[in-house]
Every structure is written in C-alpha cells, then in structure tokens.
C-alpha cells in the first residue's frame, strides 16, 4: 500500500498551456530548480513510455532525478515515475491531475510514496509546493521582487489574536477602528492601510493600522508603534487577497535561491481599495519581508501569513 503526498495550487492560465508546461523541458529547468541548485540538463521524451532526466548540481552533489510516462492525456491527466538512483526507476509514482477553475486551472499532485518513506511526507509536500511556485510564476509572471532600505515608519495599529478562519473579520475589525481614531484626531495618514503577521503558529497574533507622519499617542486597545526599517524584500501581488498564499511560496523560494532569511515578521500594504476598485484582479498588495543575509547553503524558512 502506498502513502501518498498531495498538493494542489491554481494556475492563472489554461489547462492546456499549464499541461504542456509539464512536458517542456526549457519550463522543467525553472521549476524542478525551486529546492536550490543548477541545472546541468533537462531531456523530456514526452510519450506513453518515454523517459526523462532532470540533472541538478546542489553544492558537492550532483542528483539525477528521472523517470518513465505512464499516462499522457492532455490536458486533464499526467502520470510518470519518480526517482533519484540507485533507486529503481520506479521508485514512486507522481499523478498530475489538471482541471479547469476560475478561469485558469487547478493542479492537484500527488507523490505515490512506498510506507517506509512516511517520515518524508512533509519534506516531499513542501518540496513540491516549492517547484509549483516555480511553475506559476514561469507562467504567470512572477511578481517584482527587489531588496529595499526602508526606514522606520511610526504607526497607530490594533493588534489582536484570531484563528486562521478568522482573519478577514478581524482585519474588517481593526482597520476602520484605527481610521475612525486617526481621523478623530486629526491626524493625516502617511501611507496605505497595513497588516503585520507577528505569528501563524497556533492562533494568528496580527497588528492591522496605519502609518503616521504626526505625533498622537495611544488610548485602549489602540496603540502607537513603528514598523522597522533596514533591508527588506519588496514584493507585488497583483490579485484576489485569497491568492497572497501563492506570493508567498515564491517569497520562500526567492529567499532561498538569494541567501537571505527573514529578520522580523512581515506585513501587508494595501494599496487599492476594494470599494473603489471592485476587480479583485486588479487589487495591488506589497509584501514587505525585513531580511538578514545568510550562508547560501543555509536554510530559510517563511511562514505563510494567509
């Protein structure tokens, strides 16, 4: 009996294009790259008993990841062996299944894994999510992504605990509690409506606010703060809120194949109003990550605030 590995992320393009994606071995070389390393080569025979081979440097070693088609059926279902010798060529098997959603498409994937590879669930699950990320953003277009120097910014901001179900009505709580009280004082904001993530493990500790130019002081559950300045990750999600997950694990992989970690937790800048601007396709987020430079061959992990 197998045990099996499964992730699934939406594609804001076509079945077809996001299938033929798979087959492409120029595509392959972005996104079987997203755990770290160099593609030394990448050769796909794509049909019913054709063999691939993704060769990939990582530091000292260098890993062959190949195996065979099982099923090709464009543009709903692909299905190969996985393996990394001196493994068997069919080692475990990958099902790639791909169906229509919002207009784009929806990949669920799933790692066939023999049981006595069960501790190594989470790694494969991560592992694959990454190299979707990779994926989506050779496709769609990743978001810009650059290092900035911020300075600190004083703010006025809630912050609260909620479950991760909870988040939208908490933000729809604590953002307009902080402008009725900035505006009741008179004070002008210095810039986009803000939500930090200053953790995601167990309940969900966030500080929604604004940044001010002036001086004000607290009262309550209000209070007066600063976000941190230094070296930060800049990066643009142009979409729905529900797909900032997705910025994310690009954000992770980016960290990872540049050498830096996170140094604080991140925030959110929100630069459109959704009562203005009513396509949420259209709706711009920052992403503001403080960072910290780091060996290469060190790890880096970025917790996902949505």
Request: with cysteine; charged share 20%.
């Amino acid at each position: 009996m197998s045990l099996n590995a499964r992730v699934t992320r939406r594609f804001q393009v076509a079945p077809e294009r996001l299938f033929d994606a798979l087959l492409d071995p120029a595509v392959a070389g972005v996104w079987i790259l997203a755990p770290g390393g160099d593609l030394v080569s990448s050769t796909i025979d794509a049909r019913v008993g054709g063999a691939f081979s993704f060769v990939v440097r990582r530091g000292d070693q260098v890993i062959d990841h190949t195996g065979d088609y099982q099923e090709i059926d464009r543009p709903g279902r692909l299905v190969f062996t996985w393996s990394v010798p001196p493994e068997p060529r069919d080692a475990s098997r990958v099902v790639a299944e791909i169906a229509p959603a919002d207009g784009g498409a929806e990949l669920t994937l799933t790692h066939e894994m023999a049981p006595e590879w069960a501790e190594f669930k989470p790694q494969a699950e991560a592992a694959w999510s990454k190299m979707l990320a990779a994926l989506a953003g050779a496709l769609e277009g990743a978001p810009q992504m650059e290092i900035i120097m911020l300075q600190p910014q004083q703010t006025v901001s809630i912050r609260t605990t909620t479950s991760h179900d909870g988040i939208k009505d908490a933000i729809d709580d604590v953002l307009p509690s902080v402008f009725r009280y900035v505006t009741s004082r008179g004070v002008q904001p210095g810039g986009p409506p803000f939500v930090r993530y200053h953790s995601m493990v167990g309940e969900v500790d966030l500080e929604g606010g604004l940044p001010v130019a002036d001086a004000v002081e607290g009262s309550g559950r209000i209070q007066v703060g600063s976000l941190p300045g230094g070296e930060t990750l800049s990066a643009w999600h142009i979409g729905p809120y529900g797909r900032l997950c997705e910025t994310y694990d690009l954000i992770s992989a980016w960290m990872e194949a540049h050498g830096v970690s996170p140094r604080e937790a991140p925030w959110e800048v929100y630069w459109t109003d959704p009562g203005e601007v009513r396509d949420p396709s259209q709706w711009k987020t920052q992403i503001l990550y403080p960072i910290k430079r780091i060996p290469v061959n060190a790890p880096s992990h970025v917790p996902t605030p949505v």
